[in-house]
Every structure is written in C-alpha cells, then in structure tokens.
C-alpha cells in the first residue's frame, strides 16, 4: 500500500482500520481524501487476508463532510459555455460518487464508527457503509441544503433504505442537527454509546467476530443484501439460487460442519 | 385563485396553509374537495411564491375520509354492461387518485398537521403529503377494509415506504384504530404534541424554516426523493449528477457561500 | 385433506391453525416438511372456507430451522461434475424456496405465533408470513452464516421490507442471537407477549376478526400489498384501479354498507 | 370542440381524421399546434363515438418539424441565473412531450398517414401513433443533430421499439434524409404506396375495419400492448389477467358469439 | 408417461415430437389439451435425454386455437356477484396462461413447424416457443379482437419481442390473416418452407444439431436468452457471470475442447 | 498514448481508428487485447478531440474471437476448492465483460467495420459497438456453444435489442455460420459492401460526418440511446428533459442555428 495524507490505516489482525486523518481540520474531505478513499476500499476489496473494516475518524470529530475550497477549486474549473460546464460538473459529481461507491461495493464489511460532528458529505458517506456506530452525543447533519444546493452524493439514494421516508424528507428540508440518540430511534445507527471507548471497543469486537466466519459466505452475504436494495424478492430468489449452486460445493461448508459436530471454532481460509 | 367550498386557503409569508373546511361533515371529501385539492396543489406547485404548504383540517377533526354520498353517486352511474362498468370505475379510481398524486407532485414540501379523526381517505391523504405530524390523541384507521374493498387511493402504495410492512398488513386486514402514540412509534409521524396548538406552532415553524431555504435546491431535493421511491441506487445517483450538472451552476449556491462567509442569513429569489 | 407427518392442522371456524409438530426434534424442517407445507397452503389458498392461517410450533419451541440431515442427503447426490451438482443444487433451492414462496402467495393472511427458539430457515418461514407475534423470550438468530454460507431462503429477500438494513446486515454477517424484545424493537414483530397463552389468545382473536371481513377484499388487499414490494407506487396505483374496477361491482360492498347502516355486523360469503 | 388554428378535424363515421393545418408553413408545429394536439387527442380519448383516429398533413408534406420560431420565443424567457433557466426549460420540455404523450394515451388507435417531409419533431410525432403508412417518396429525417441538440421528444425513446438500435443510431447521430422505402424496409412504416390518394384510401379502410371492433377490446388491446413496452412478460400475463377478469363479462363477447353462429357484422356499443 | 387424448408423443433419439392430436377439430384446443401440454413440457423440462423438442400439428393444420366450448363451460360457472366471477375468470386466465408459461420454461429448445391453420391460441402458443418455422402457404391471424376481447394468453407479451411493434399493433387491432410469407418478413418465423415436408425435414435437421450439443450449455443459453427479455443489459452481464463461476468447471468444455483439438465430434452426456 | 501490442491506433483528423493487430492470429483475441482495448477506449471517451471511433481489424479478418490460450490460462489459476474457483471465474467474467462495457460506454459512436471471420468473442465486440458495416462475404458465428458453454461477453444480452429473438436464439443453440448478407437482413448490420475498400472508404465518411456534428449533442444521444435499452418509455421522457435542461442553453445550439441561417457549414468546439 502507498502512503497516504488524508488516511491512516492500520490492520488488528483481519481486520482492517481506515481512519480518516486530518483532524486538524475536523477531516474534512479533501481533493486527496477522494482519491485515497478509492484506493484504500478497492485494496479492502482485493486483499484476502481483510475480512471486515471498520472506518473512524481521528480526534474528537468523525467528519465535517467536503471540504468547501474543492467546491471552489471545481468553480474555477468553469468556463462560459453551460453546455460544457455542465459536462464537466457532472462527470465530476460522478466521479465523487464512486468514491463512496468504493465503500459500497467493497465485498467485505465496512463499520462505520462515529463520534462528534457528522456532517454534510460524512452523511453520505456512512450511508454508503454497512453498519453504523456512534457516541449518543455524536452530531448529525444533512447540511447541503444550506449550501443551496440538492445533495448529491448518495445520502438521498441510499438512505431511503435506512430511515423512514418521512423524516428523511424532513431533516433533508431544514438541515437540522440531529444527535446519536435521535439517530438511533430512526434506525440510521445499530446502537449508541456512552464514551467513543467503549464504541471503538465494541465495534472492533463485532469486527472480529464477522472476521472470523467464512469469507465466502460473507462476501456472498453483502453482495446479496446489496443486490436486494435494487431488485424484486423473486428476482433475488432466483439470483442467490444461482450463486449458491456453486458456493454450497465450498469446502468452507465441511470446514462449519465439521466444527459444530467438535465444538471447535472453525478456521477458514482467506 | 378561484373560490373554495371545501378548502380555506390563508397565506403565511412564503406558507401557503390548505384548510380541509366542511368541520359540519367532519371534513369529509365530497366531489368538491376532489377537485379543489387538485387546482390547489397544481396552483401551489406553480405560484412561485409558495415554498412551502401546511395541510390542516378545521374543527376537532382532520377530516373522516371519503364522503359515503360520493360512492352512491358512482353507483348510480353504473350501467348494465359488466364490462363498460368497469372501464367507468377504473377512470374514476384513476382520477381520485390524480387528486393526492397532485399533493405527492407538488414541488413545495407539504407538511399535515393531524388532529381528532383521520380515517379511511384521510390516511391516503397524508401518505401524499412529505411529512405528518399529529397530536397524540389523534385517532387512525384505514377503514376501506369495513366497506368490504381494497384501499385504492395511495395507502396501500406509499405506506410501504413510510412503515413497516408486518404492521401494515395488521392495519389494512383489521381496520383497527391506532393513536397519533402508535402511529408515531411506527413511523408513520415525525413528531407528536399535547395539544392542536403546540403542534400547529411547531409545524409553521418548520414550515417557515424550510420557506427560507433555496427554493431551487428544495424542488430538487423533493424530485429526488420521490425518485428514489421507484428506483434502483444506481439510477438515482446516475439521475442527481445529471439534475446538479445544471443546477450547481445557478447563483443560489453563491448567495448561500456567501451569506455563509459573512455569517447573515441568505435571501433566495423564488 | 391428506395425512400429515412433520405437521397438525387444526380447523377454529373459518382459521386454519397449521402447527409445526415434530417437538421431539425441536420443529426441525425435514424433507417431509417442505413437501407438506406446500400442500398446507396451497390448499388454505384453494379452500374458500378458509379466511385466515394461524401458523405455530408444538412444543416450547417455533422451529430450530433446517434439518442437517437433509442437507447431508443432497450432499450425498452430488456427482463428479461441477457444473451439473450446480444445476442440481440450483434446482433444491428453487424447489426449497417454493415451500416458502406458497406461504407468502397463500391468498390469506398467515400470522406467525412464535416462542423458544427460532432460528436459521425458521426465520426465512416467518419473513414469508403475513404478520409475526411472539414472546418476549423467544430467541431468534439467522444462523446461515455459522455454516458456511449464504441464507438462501428467503430472510435476506425479505427481511428488508421489514427491518433496517444496517440491522439486517448486523444479524447477517454475526448469525447472533436476539430475543422477542429486540426483535420487536427493529420492526420485526407486531407485538410481544409475557406468555405463550397470552400470545396464543391475542393472535387467534385478531385472526378471527380478519375471518370476520369479506373474504375478496381480504385476499386482494393482501395481493395489492406484496404487488408492493416489488413494484412502482405509479404502477401499484394503476393495478389497483384495473383490480377494483371488477371488484368495486362486488356486492360485498352493498353487504357491508347495509351493515354499516343498521349497525349490524355484516356476513360475507366465501 | 373548440375552433383550430393549426389542425382541422374531420369525421367520417366513427373516424376521427386529424389533419394538421398549415400547409403554407409545411405544416411547422407552432405554439398553437402544441395546445391543439393535446385538445383533440383528449377529446378522442374521451368521446366514445370515435373509435379510431387518422393523423395526416394537409398539402404536399406532412410536417417539417417543430416551428423555429417557438425555440427562439422560449430563448427570449431565460434569464440570468442557469439554475432557473434549467428549470423553466426542463419545465418546457416535459410540456412539449405531454402533447405527443397525449397521442400515445388516446386509447384509441392512431393511424399516421404521411407524404413528403416528415422531419425533426414530426419523427416524434409520428413514433407516438399506433401505425404508420407513407408513400414511398416520403422523405424523413431525425434533423434535431443539426440542431446542435439531443432530440428530446420522443423520437429516441419511442423508436427503440420499432426499428433496429444500430439504424437509429446512425440516423441520429447523422441527421441523414431517408426515404419511405427504406423507411418501411427499416420497420418504422407498416406499409408504402405509389401515391397519397392510394394511401388514404387504405389507411381509410384499415381505420374503419378497426372502427367496426368491439370499442372495449381495443381499448384494452392498445392499453395492453403499451403497457408491455415498459414491463416484464411475467408482469404482462398478471396485468391482462386482471384486466380480463371484469372484460370478459362484458356483453361485447355475447354480440360478437352470436355474430359469429349466425355469420352477420356484430354491432358492439360505443 | 401417461396416455394422451389431445395430443401424440414421439421420440426420434434425442429429439421429443409432441404433436397436437386432434386433426378432425382442426387441433382446437380444449381442456385436456390444456392439461396435457403442461404435463408434455414439465415432462420433457425434467427428463435428462430429451435434449431438443419439436412441436406440430397432425392433419393439414397447426391448429385453429382455443376451443369454443372451453369458453362457453367457464361462462357457465360464473354466477351473480360480479366480484366472485372476477375472481373465477382471473384465476382460469392464469392457469391456462401457465400451460403456455410451462413450454416458455422448459428448458429444452422448442421448434414449432407450422402448416395451414394458426391461429388465435395458436399464436400464443407458437410465441411461447423458442423458434418457429412454417410452410409459405400457412395462414395466421390474431383472432380474439373478433371474439370482442383482449388476448390475454401471451401473444401481446411476447410478440414485441419477435415483430415490429407498429405490425403487431395493426395485427391486433385487426385480426387480419397473414400469410407465412408475411410472417416471415416480419420476424415471426426464422424460415419458410414450399412444403411441409421439407420444413420437417430442416426443423428435425436443425434438432438434431442442438441435441448434439452441450446440453449444460443448451440449457443455460435458453435461461439467459428468456432472462434478457425481463432485465437490463447490466443485470444480464452480471447474471451470466454468476451463473458460469460454476458452469465453467464442468467437464463438457474439456470434452469440447478435446474433441475440437482432435477433430471429433463429442459426446455429452445428458 | 502508450504503445499496444495487440492493436494499432491511427487518426484521421477527429476520427481515431482502432484496429486489432494480430493479422497472423486472425486477430485472436489474447491476454493484452483485453487489458489494451479497455485504454484505447478509455482515452477516446476522454480525448476531446476524438469525435467518432471506426474499430476494424488488420488482414483479411476481422476476429476470431478469444485467444484459447486465455481460457487455458485462467483454468491453470484454479485451485481445489470449488466456490473459491467460482468467485475467481466470476471476477474474471466481470472483468473481461468491463473491456467490452469500455466500448459500450465511451461515450463517441463507435463504427465496427468487419470482413472474413467474425467469431464468437468478436460477435461479443461488435454487439457492444453503435453500428456495424461489413461485407456481403463477411462469416459469422455464436462459437460459445461448441465450447459447451454459455456464452458470457455480452452478445446474449445485447443483441435481442438487435436481432429478432427467435434468430437470436437458432443461432446460440447451433452456433451455425452465417454471411454478411443474411446479417444484413436479420438487422446485425446497417449496411453490407462488395469489397472491403468500398466499406472503409464508406464507414470513414460516415465517420466524419459524425464527427463534424456538434460533440456535445452526439455525446447526448449516445448516452440517451443506451439509457433507453434499460429503461421505460416515461423515464427516458424524464431523463432526457433534465439532461436538455442544462443543454439547451449551450453554445453550440446558437453556432448550429448561425450556421443554418447562414446556409455555412458550423464549426463546433470540441
């Protein structure tokens, strides 16, 4: 792995730690923090001995969201044909996009851990992970609509699925603050904490354990829930019927059984 | 704007406020109030000074659903032939349900404020609208089922998105009443209050709040929400980089930059 | 009706009471299982006198899920060739799958009475029910994972139109257990219960009170709201008007409306 | 009916004959022409003794495309701020595209009979109706590439239907002229002719066949082969059953039974 | 396999001919021919020689479609609620939809050979065929406009996936015969014949061809191809490479490689 | 550019010709081809000056398909377990289908020009290009299945959009040869030529013509086209209206207009 400004990443076993890094500007997402994120998740993805990663934030702060000079810097980007800044602030904004698209395709849990401001882009980006952690006293925003503008980044496509409908309109109207309490009550978080110890504590525990099952019926396991957000039930029926008549041949599955009949814990190769 | 029999229509600065008033009848919808609601939700999605609406019943009660009178009238227009029948009814369903998709479609954000009864067509109401708020007291049912019929005007639709599915397959085959407490726990409200009065305060300010906003970046926000309902994640974020290649060149977002620079509050044109 | 080995069917008036009857063996779901609940429902979906399904395990337990013995028996037809034991797998899970696909598309609604234990392919059977009640106690768990592999019955098709995905996630990717409470709290259950009896009481009187509607808006009630699932709220609107147009001629609906005028509860035929 | 600037209306029998009206312009489609359309088509959807619609160009040519004028009238409108302007014009478009939609929605069949130029939005156009008849002279084109702009109503959703991807692209992406043979040969015409008196005569004749039909089963023929553009076979076979279910206790299939015993016209009502 | 009345059965190696049997009544289909050709196509689904299936009509004719009587004896089941023979017709249309559906799923190729008559049914039935190839002479037409109904057996659900949708439109909407010849210049049939014996010839020629052939591989290009008609090319991609992770590591590409490598012909098995 | 093996890429003014370079492998395609033409496209989908592709083969081939080698190569890689082999031949699949998606999606119209063989893998390609051009002796064939596999490039999936699906499915089942001239007229190709020079000399005036038009409007229509394989009719009409609402106001609508008053050729920036 190259080195990075935005990140640091650190490995506890088969578990991979991505922290976000500037906390000297409460992480806010730099032109480096988009590049980064991509290579750090497509790595996550590809690397056999990752089985789960659990993504957090240095200092007292998860994230403020983008940085605002890299809105600026797009600005001067701009020409005077709409046409074709049109062109180009699209496939910029799609190229934002995959980013976070990285973290949601990457095959191995992602568990986000999350303490102090959570804002703007950081909503999207949490959105774009498995499971959610957080500090009760965590602080929550969907800020881009007071930056006048429709938030774009995927906290509007992939929240849906998380929180009701009806609040999400509402905190995506107002901009509101929203704590971890509130947060956990509409469902965005599996659970609070009291002190960001004990959640770093319980999140790496939670970690471990999804480290330790079969890689391949966890990694089939994320693809199948993923595949459910955008398809029928018998669709998704007929989809991990496919997938299964090569999977249920593993040796992964002897190794499991094999284990229960014991009482061992069963180890499985990467 | 026209002359209501069913609806008082007030004016708050950029709130517009839709006064369901036939209290005598406890608010319920005659041929009307069908097309009334219709030209107001269309005039309120057109006057480009309304950024935002609340939606209200006058009287103890938000309204008791479809008028029984209106379904005899129907009945009387039914003919011999099973078939030419049908047709009848299906573009009578059609255009009764054109009535609440007007309230959905509506770009400005509109927001029910629920007391006393909201029965029947009044939960396929505020299913339509973007968000509920209610008193505790207030009393629910989806009634169709004790008219011996399927609900044909949205609940079945859009509720799906707003509670759980378990619970609302309990309500539709029951018809049972759940209190404004129920409904909130489900998720059906955002917020519920002691009294009519508390919650008319909060829902205008609200109102007010999201009134206040860029109006460009609210519109967008409302279309992409309701875009997200019918389609897949991909196709959403596929869909906002193409709305934003356009919008984030409009000078709202400069007004917001700015107005955030010198820590004032931003004025956007309607 | 045939003779039954892994089930009982009981008959209270116009409910079916379908009861998972292998208690020596915890309710465990054996090869006559799948074959039999097939026949269970297609025949509660068939015969007109049925109006509703109570669906419970005998003994203090709901089910402890597959029955290992079974999986060893497919173990034991796979061949030398990969692509054709993939083939055959395929078709077992297709075929396994459709056990579960008759409870979902049984036209009346079924509820789930759950307690003690609950788990693995127990869990994809009450994400195909209707409803869910159980006790607070009872323990669920979706224990795929621990054998090495993807659930491929139906809990991760399911299960996101009724829990939060990043719950769904969690319980996916650990296989741990969780109790009554907890599954109450994420929307998976309608309600719990301190007892059995209790939940025993309450689930036969609200199946009864279904029993007590007209069966056609029932059955096409339930029909509307798994069309749902799977589809646009423009196209569910336009499948209901195309639906009630037929039965908006009914005379269930002058049934129930004379009812509702003498006050007197109305029959419906079958 | 109102009066017509841009279109005169014909009726022979239950033949409704379209005829757009500005010969001297080579029948350009002008502000008056979008409203109009709208109009007529609306009241053939609705007056139930038309049961079928030709759609032809007064003078040697059909339609030269949209009015160049009109595009210049909307350019006047914008302003200073892209974002309002993107709204207004999307807010055009989707109004220009309601005309043609309008077309598309007339249950009842549209039957185009073109001579000449058939060019730029008059492709749209023509891609809306049921069939297309054309001498073989005629001379169409997909001009909007010269334009500077993607064609955006219709043409390019609508034509994927009826003629292979690969043709379309190359007419879209080259603007070229190509006459009715090749038309035909391409599978965008049902059929050629020598000359426009031929044309008329047949299209006349196929029109009246059509008109002679049971009114409910085309209706419903035309709404099912329209809903099918846009869903699944599976999804297909649900929706005409449903459909049916009512239809076919329409009393249209007794007339047609008994026409058919005793070898005479069946008369089906409007 | 169990006797048949509406149809004969035949194998030639590999090959299974099912013929319609009922010359005398132009191979009208009544309703043990509905029985019987799901019974026939389950049948040739599951049986692991049957690698290839022909389908014809014995006498001078394909078949003149459904049965006359068959639509009389459901008329005569229905009784006076409008909504309970809704619910009959519905349920009659699916299932004798699902006779057609069971040829559709088959997983075997299907070759129809078509002389004389063809049509109403006989049409949905050919289009639920994989391909279809008939004499010149043979005579087509979408009969059931003339029956003052909307076909509702699969001809409007499939065929825009065969013919040019304006063609099928002026097809339906007519019910005017057409001829092989025309059927053939318009997608229909892959192939034309001056005599029934010579299409039977090529139509077995071509069967054999496919018997010969992996049948994995026969069997998996039919799923894809029927899968295609339903989803995106994107889910298509990921579908087939799902489906392949396993299908890959069969032996048939090892025979298929030898046996290119030393110029033989393979030998699958079944 | 960096250097190819596998290809040579040569301009001619804004046409960027791609040319498969393996004349002595009949331009087999091997493990560099895969990895290269992904760049190629890459840089014409992001070099402005590039307008329009013309992809050919060097020699008297256009392509035999894919290198055997590869599969070799790729069946060297797997191990022992059954699913890890699984998900390392699915990822190879997504992989190999991704250079093809390249093509698909660059967003400048793609011209196959193609002479001699044209097999398997190469269908595959050209399936993925705008248009395709050949000549009359031009020899095809779906090879996949004399592999005894399914084949899994994309020709299943993308040419039911540009074939009839009854051809489509006779020549996947047998694999069959067919000329440029029965290509032709089953819609594979938009034209077919005596020679290969006259093709060229044809295809490279196409190409110019394209890349004379405005590119902005070109590269429109080409995402439009491909957005309508996958999408309804309503959500194409949506699309492209917030797509034109940025580009409309572009310069190049004003250059184009110029021009056309002008009767002067427009010159249109890249």
Redesign the interface.
């Known amino acids: 792995m190259e080195e990075f400004s935005a990140f640091r990443l650190e490995r506890v076993d088969k578990v991979a730690h991505v922290i976000i890094n500037r906390p000297e500007k409460i992480n806010a997402m730099n032109a480096e923090f988009w590049q980064e994120i991509r290579s750090l998740f497509h790595w996550a993805d590809q690397e056999r001995s990752v089985r789960a990663v659990v993504l957090s934030g240095a200092g007292p702060h998860f994230s403020s969201g983008i940085d605002?000079s890299l809105l600026g810097e797009t600005a001067g980007q701009?020409g005077?044909?709409?046409?074709?800044?049109?062109?180009l602030?699209?496939s910029k904004?799609?190229e934002l996009?995959s980013s976070f698209?990285a973290v949601d395709q990457c095959r191995k849990?992602v568990l986000a851990a999350i303490q102090g401001y959570c804002l703007g882009g950081a909503v999207d980006l949490i959105a774009a992970c498995?499971?959610?952690y957080a500090t009760a006293g965590a602080q929550f925003a969907l800020k881009?609509?007071?930056?006048?503008?429709?938030?774009?980044l995927?906290s509007?496509?992939?929240l849906?699925?998380?929180?009701?409908?009806?609040?999400?309109?509402?905190l995506?109207?107002?901009?509101?603050s929203f704590s971890g309490e509130e947060a956990y009550s509409m469902?965005?978080?599996?659970r609070i904490y009291a002190t960001a110890e004990q959640m770093m504590e319980d999140v790496f525990s939670?970690a471990h354990?999804?480290a330790a099952?079969?890689p391949?019926?966890?990694?089939?396991?994320?693809t199948?829930?993923g595949y459910?957000?955008?398809h029928?039930?018998?669709e998704?029926?007929?989809?991990?019927?496919?997938?299964?008549?090569?999977?249920?041949?593993?040796?992964?599955?002897?190794?499991?059984?094999a284990a229960?009949m014991s009482r061992q814990t069963?180890e499985?190769?990467d």
Chains 1, 2, 3, 4, 5, 6 share one sequence.
């Open positions: 605002l701009l005077r044909d709409v046409g074709r800044n049109s062109e602030l699209r904004i799609l996009q698209n849990p498995d499971m959610r881009e609509i007071d930056l006048g503008m429709v938030a774009d995927g509007l496509q992939r849906p699925h998380l929180i009701g409908e009806g609040m999400l309109r509402e995506a109207y107002t901009g509101r469902g965005l978080l599996n939670l354990t999804i099952k079969s391949l019926a966890i990694r089939g396991t994320k199948m829930i459910m957000r955008d029928r039930v018998d998704g029926l007929d989809y991990i019927a496919t997938w299964n008549a090569a999977m249920l041949q593993s040796t992964d599955l002897r190794i499991a059984l229960q069963p499985f190769p």
